[in-house]
């Protein structure tokens, strides 16, 4: 397949809040196929599934899918990535959460699109309007506050940006939830993985605060269709839900 797109799904088996979520059934099938054959199914590049575990590499065999070990010391599902994708030639590489089961093809698509279509975007990624009035307290669910054009201006997993009681768009403007994609120029994913973590990135522990501090540009498209992510074991019961909801 030639193509100018790589998937790549860090696949960490040692999560903190959840270990081996990634192969975690959900109506038959682990987390992390559902995941595969979403990029699969968008027929815009290989995907490939990199994890620090052989536990993965081996349940990835089981569906026909193409993983790689990667150091247990990558410090973050970015280098992860990086490890994989650093001897392709894509100029585009796509980072696909190991968390997002139900992540869909007009998102994966949206995100490619993004990138080749805005020359200024360094990272390109996702935002849903949140429907959920849980999600603005729910530390597991990351708000993005957004500019003009999609433009990233923070992330945070407090409810930002505070809408005062006193503001005339109080009402008005939406709360944004973060989908855990980023798709990155080549360039791009090399600058990142060589700046050293910053201040707001290990307080939130959210990576992306990273590049926002180096002046990177994260563009997000506004989507439609959110869906529930694998955060902790509490998540396999809203997925389940989420399935049944969908009628499947």
């Avoid at 698509?109 to 993004?114: I, Q």
């Avoid at 006193?166 to 973060?178: E, G, M, N, R």
Wanted: hydrophobic share 40%.
């Amino acid at each position: 397949m030639a193509t100018d797109v790589l998937f790549v799904i860090p696949a960490r088996y040692g999560s903190t809040r959840f270990p081996g979520k990634v192969l975690k059934p959900i109506a038959g099938k682990p987390v992390i196929q559902w995941i595969y054959e979403a990029c699969a199914a968008t027929g815009l590049g290989e995907t490939l599934i990199a994890t620090e575990d052989r536990r993965v590499v081996d349940a990835a065999a089981g569906f026909s899918a193409a993983a790689v070990l990667t150091s247990p010391d990558c410090a973050s599902g970015t280098d992860r990535v990086y490890e994989a994708a650093r001897n392709r030639k894509e100029p585009l590489v796509i980072n696909v959460q190991g968390d997002e089961p139900f992540i869909s093809e007009n998102t994966l698509s949206a995100v490619v699109n993004l990138l080749r279509g805005d020359k200024e975007t360094d990272i390109a990624s996702a935002c849903f309007e949140i429907t959920d009035p849980s999600d603005i307290t729910n530390p597991n669910s990351v708000k993005a506050v957004l500019g003009a054009g999609g433009r990233a201006l923070y992330f945070s997993r407090s409810p930002v940006p505070y809408h005062h009681e006193l503001s005339d768009l109080k009402d008005a403007v939406a709360w944004y939830k973060h989908c855990g994609i980023y798709g990155y120029r080549r360039a791009a994913l090399e600058k990142f993985v060589k700046l050293p973590p910053c201040a707001p990135e290990r307080l939130e522990r959210l990576e992306q605060l990273r590049a926002l501090e180096a002046g990177m540009v994260i563009k997000c498209a506004v989507l439609r269709g959110d869906s529930p992510a694998i955060d902790v074991p509490g998540d396999m019961e809203r997925a389940l839900a989420y399935l049944k909801a969908q009628g499947k």
